[in-house]
């Protein structure tokens, strides 16, 4: 069987508080739907007070504006073969937001269910040496505990050397909103998860 025949479900679950990250996961979600991959596109609950949200007009705007976004769920996770993490970097590490989704997941990480799939994660900062890896890094730390496979873009595509982060797609709010580029470089590490989640399943498959 041809290997992008093979089927595979792709979760992009994120958090974004003024659509940096938001506009990342849709380009992932868009490159894995071209893949011919099933696509879940979910955020994580936003967990601020709502004074505090509301204190910030570009942040209420957007949580208004993607209220029509399911909320990520652990039948998320479990259901997925790839699952693309996307989080805004909060002091040089992952939002409070994602980690309390991951901290619910203690009972399908007991029952084994997060073992296998592939992994990768992107990100965006404002400033351009405001933490990017460290906030990668952060949520790779998650990845150890789960068993999972990390697939970075690392340079595998001369396109990797345009923004230059081998750790994951990266933005950097202090330039704008993200652009075409970041889009195509989300699609490339979109690309070779899903390439080779695939290639894992064909393999195991090929094992009887
Ligand atoms: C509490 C807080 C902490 C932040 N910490 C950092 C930081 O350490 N480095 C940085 O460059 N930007 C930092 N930022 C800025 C955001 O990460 C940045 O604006 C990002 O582009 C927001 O992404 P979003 O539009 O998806 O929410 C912080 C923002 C907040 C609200």
Redesign the pocket.
Known sequence: MPLNSVAVNVAVIYY???????ALAEAAADAAIKEGAEVRLRRVPEIAPTDVVAANEAWAQHLEATRHIPDATLDDLTWADVVLLGT?????AMASQLKQFIDTTSEVWGDGLLTDKVYSAFT????QH??QESTLLSLYNVIYHWGGVIVPPGYADPIQFELGNPYGTS?V?ASGAPTQLHRDIMAFQTRRAVTTARALTAGIESQG
């Open positions: 974004s508080s003024t659509g940096n990250v938001h805004p970097t909060r002091f040089g965006s900062t404002y400033n405001g933490g933005h709010g």
